[in-house]
């Protein structure tokens, strides 16, 4: 049997990045959910322990450099190594442009992007090997109105991606992004059938069908990909829309 990998989840008191620490959990890893919201990640973390997992909970602010350091000490002391990171932590205010203040513009960005960097580059000075994957967005290629500081944050992390790839590779440390769509984190069976039938593949997405990338991307046998981005939307950029 192999050895049980040491895996950082950020962002995984909810949604996606609970659904993501539930999959490692599953194959016998051990996981670390890391997330601000201190009350939330108690709760599950209690319920993932009670179902007999090894899952750990860390409150920690990845947008400060100081918390990120905490947080990977942390881990180092008491597991001794890190295998897998994913950077999943990040938040979304859409505001009209000419409302954006200089605080709404860089709490996004730290907390988006900043803290890929913050995360990786902290978590990849104790690794030896192991795969690092960032949660970027379809975003970063097509836009709506008011969703210039999510965008940019997104934009960034595609780019940030491939740079760390290129870096750490000294390391043997794989980094690829995965680009979401629409991901339904709950309510799934309220979704109306336009909501599904706009999608190539029918229906909307699931935080399942992330889960499921996060642990083919990190899988050792999937080591040649690397610097990559993982497209999951259900088709949807692959669509031309006009208007009649």
Known sequence: MNEPRIVIVTGAAMGIGLSISKAFLSKGDHVYLVDREEKELSEQVHRLKEEGYTAFGKTCDVGRLESVS???????????????????????????????????????????????????????????GGAIVNLCSTRAFMSEENTEAYSASKGGIHALTHALAVSLSEKNINVNAISPGWIATENYEDLRDVDHSQHLSNRVGKPEDIARACLFLTDPENSFITGGNLVIDGGMTRKMIYKH
Do not use: P
Not at 102 to 113: C, Q, T, V
């Open 70 to 128: 905490e947080l990977i000490e942390g881990v180092i002391q008491q597991s001794g190594k890190i295998d897998v990171l994913i950077n999943n932590a990040g938040m979304s205010a859409f505001k009209s442009i000419w409302e954006v203040t200089e605080s709404d513009w860089l709490e996004i960005l730290n907390s988006n992007l900043s803290s890929v960097f913050y995360c990786s580059r902290e978590a990849a000075r104790h690794m030896n």
